[in-house]
Nanobody
Framework: QVHLVESGGGLVQAGGSLRLSCAASGSIVSINTMGWYRQAPGKQRELVATITRGGSTNSADSVKGRFTISRDNAKNTVYLQMNSLKPEDTAVYYC?????????????????WGQGTLVTVSS
């Protein structure tokens, strides 16, 4: 199986920065698109940013110019650098990845989610 483990969340004042990391582990053959999503209290989960294996990125308008997604394919890790944080960025941030993994003699594809990491931005 495959697991995603996030780290880097915490409490920060408005205008501050945080860097989230998400590392994938398991019998990984390859990882396609990786991304970050967030869910604020009482709201639906929403896309923050995604990055393909080749490095093409996509991000929500609300974070453009403030958040940067990147990845290290050798480490099976995706990062989210968050600058100029606002109170409305407060949410649980989830990592997501499309992973091809070995299951005995076959390869399978699975979309995997991390457990989430809380980011709280105080005003």
């Amino acid at each position: 199986q495959v697991h995603l483990v996030e780290s880097g969340g915490g409490l920060v004042q408005a205008g501050g920065s945080l860097r989230l990391s998400c590392a994938a582990s398991g019998s990984i053959v390859s990882i396609n698109t990786m991304g970050w999503y967030r869910q604020a209290p009482g709201k639906q989960r929403e896309l923050v940013a995604t990055i393909t294996r080749g490095g093409s990125t996509n991000s929500a308008d609300s974070v453009k110019g403030r958040f940067t997604i990147s990845r290290d394919n050798a480490k099976n890790t995706v990062y989210l650098q968050m600058n100029s944080l606002k109170p409305e960025d407060t949410a649980v941030y989830y990592c997501n990845a499309g992973v091809t993994y070995r299951d005995y003699v076959v390869s399978r594809y699975l979309e995997v989610w991390g457990q989430g990491t809380l980011v709280t931005v105080s005003s």
